[in-house]
Nanobody
Framework: VQLVESGGGSVQSGGSLRLSCVAS????????MGWFRQGPGKQRDGVAR????????YYAEHAKGRFTISRDSRKNTLDLQMNDLKPEDTAMYYC???????????????????WGQGTQVTVS
């Protein structure tokens, strides 16, 4: 599946952004989809994931209470609503998909088969 992200930008601390990822086919072709981020000189880490069938979600500790991941099967999109953004949220954000199940290793980038090109989020 091919993935294309959009929605990044520059915002002030406390602001909000909504990232969107469009899949080339049905999102149900992947059992698990997620958002990752990678700051300069850092590894790519999981932000949130969703089981496409059940809609079950899970968040990294830093995202809990501020970010919301969702999917729309009619539009074949995966979204990430980000509120109360902080400077430490500055990173390139990536959409990812895997045919594997969402499990305890969901935040490991190597477990995902497909990646988007990324969208930059800058918080000042």
């Amino acid at each position: 599946v091919q993935l294309v992200e959009s929605g990044g930008g520059s915002v002030q601390s406390g602001g909000s952004l909504r990232l969107s990822c469009v899949a080339s086919g049905s999102i149900y072709s992947s059992d698990c989809m997620g958002w990752f981020r990678q700051g300069p000189g850092k590894q790519r880490d999981g932000v949130a994931r969703i089981a496409t069938g059940s809609g079950n979600t899970y968040y990294a500790e830093h995202a809990k209470g501020r970010f919301t991941i969702s999917r729309d099967s009619r539009k074949n999109t995966l979204d990430l609503q980000m509120n109360d953004l902080k400077p430490e949220d500055t990173a390139m954000y990536y959409c990812a998909a895997t045919m594997g199940r969402c499990d305890g290793r969901w935040a490991v980038a190597s477990n995902y088969d497909s990646w988007g090109q990324g969208t930059q989020v800058t918080v000042s």
